[in-house]
């Protein structure tokens, strides 16, 4: 036993090692990567750091459970390197890919997506977990389709709100996007995967708002939605469990509380600066799916309040460059679409701390970025490489064609000048 001991810490040490100097150069690479492809460099800078401290933080949540399931403390990290890999390809790939070539994949895709959801319900197509049937097992890899219909749905609702520009504002418009937002929504929760259809709810709300609802529609709709959220949640058992304690998991610490109790314990153990980058105590199966949903406590019990709010603000960042990248779209459709991406990202995390910290039920969303999980985090990086894009086209083509979308009934914003429009306006008035 001794012996196992010795090697697992030797073993732990050079994978630390080896993470670590994985990060230091992906985060090297960022801003030559942004330079070469003439994109957005922060937002890829913030992408590309999100993604290297959740690779560095799911093996520190992960290499116990790695070692006592299957004998190897990277086993983890390892299959999420893989999800680093495609999400890496992809993010280059749609960086550099026209958007505008995406308005003709939005039927398609959907099509495709509706079918994959009916599919993956099927017995011995989709695999069964804690008795939620939402992946596709495909050799090593598990693909949950539910997790890359938050894209897909975004895509469609994009150029579906684009093509009716005004028309959006009519009652008639909003029950035909309901009717297919209920569909996506439905087949979604016949999966049990509650927290992708709540990401995808408030998502459509964004874009219906952005795509130049009437407030009175918005609040209509909003009221139905949670009426019906409610709803669904007080009908099951385990959800109507999860709301009754909440906002006291600690009044039945070893029932149906423990995983937010023990959660609590985690980030208040960690205090201002934490135990330390590996030291954490409740990644040692006291806190399940520490590197999956709850990997932000592991982060608040290592690296403490620092770690916690480091997080929180690139999370911040991040939404400060989408909406960026979406006010100097240089069309409705790009402005969309950006909107909607920032959206999803946006929202995930603060479903996802919101849980973790104890501020709302807990749901099953992962920490975008940073979470255990191959789909979801591939899926994201491709989300960003196509706001990379719109950003760098918004900047190219600097106000002269820039669209916006609706805010509030004011049919857009007056657009930011860019460095060469008051280059050109100064040169206008001498």
């Known amino acids: 036993m001794a012996a196992s001991a010795g090697s697992f810490d030797r073993n732990s040490g050079g994978t ?56 190897n403390p990277s086993y983890f990290f390892e299959h999420q390197l893989i999800g680093v890999t495609l999400g890496a390809v992809g993010m280059v790939v749609m ?59 975004i895509l469609f609702f994009a150029r579906w709100l684009d093509e009716r520009g005004g028309r959006v504002r009519t009652l008639s418009a909003v029950r035909d996007y309901l009717v297919v937002l209920f569909l996506i929504l439905g087949l979604i929760l016949a999966e049990r995967d509650l927290g992708s259809a709540l990401v995808i709810t408030g998502v459509a709300l964004v874009l219906l708002a952005l795509g130049g609802a009437l407030k009175r529609h918005l609040v209509l709709v909003t009221g139905g939605l949670a009426v019906a959220a409610l709803a669904l949640v007080e009908l099951v058992a385990y959800r109507a469990d999860r709301l009754a304690h909440f906002l006291n998991p600690c009044a039945d610490a070893l029932g149906s509380g423990f995983q937010n109790c023990q959660a609590l314990y985690a980030l208040g153990s960690g205090g201002l600066a934490g135990v330390g980058l590996g030291n954490s105590v409740l990644k040692y199966d006291w806190l399940p799916e520490a590197h999956t949903d709850f990997i932000f406590a592991i982060i608040g019990e290592e690296l403490g309040l620092i770690g916690t709010v480091a997080v929180i603000l690139a999370f911040l960042f991040l939404a400060w460059r989408g909406i960026r990248a979406s006010m100097r779209s240089p069309d409705r459709f ?22 973790v910290t104890g501020v709302i039920p807990t749901t099953g969303i992962p920490l975008p970025f940073i979470s255990y999980g191959g789909t979801a985090l591939a899926t994201g990086m491709v989300g960003m490489g196509i706001l ?25 914003w007056a657009p930011d000048a860019g460095p060469r429009d008051r280059a050109g306006a100064a040169r206008s008035r001498s």
């Not at 090297?28 to 993604?51: E, K, M, Q, S, Y």
């Not at 950006?338 to 999803?344: F, R």
């Open 334 to 355: 790009g402005a969309l679409l950006a909107g909607g991406i920032t959206a999803w990202i946006c929202i995930e995390a603060f479903i996802n701390v919101g849980a």
């Open 95 to 153: 960086a550099r890919f026209d958007y505008h070539r995406l308005r003709g994949l939005a039927r398609p895709a959907m099509a495709v997506m509706v079918v994959l959801l009916i599919a993956v319900l099927v017995p011995h197509l989709g695999t069964q977990v804690y008795g939620a049937q939402r992946w596709f097992q495909l050799g090593p890899l598990s693909v949950q389709p539910s997790a890359v219909s938050i894209a897909v749905v």
């Open 16 to 71: 630390w090692r080896a993470a670590s100097v994985l990060a230091a150069r992906a985060l090297r690479a960022a801003d030559r990567a942004a330079v070469a492809a003439g994109v957005d460099g922060w937002l890829l800078t913030v992408v590309i750091g999100l993604v290297a401290f959740g690779l560095v933080m799911v093996y520190s949540a992960s290499e116990a459970l790695g070692y006592l399931w299957y004998h």
């Open 388 to 412: 990379c894009n719109i950003s760098t086209q918004g900047r190219s083509q600097g106000t002269v064609h820039r669209a916006g979308v609706d805010r509030w009934g004011r049919n857009g």
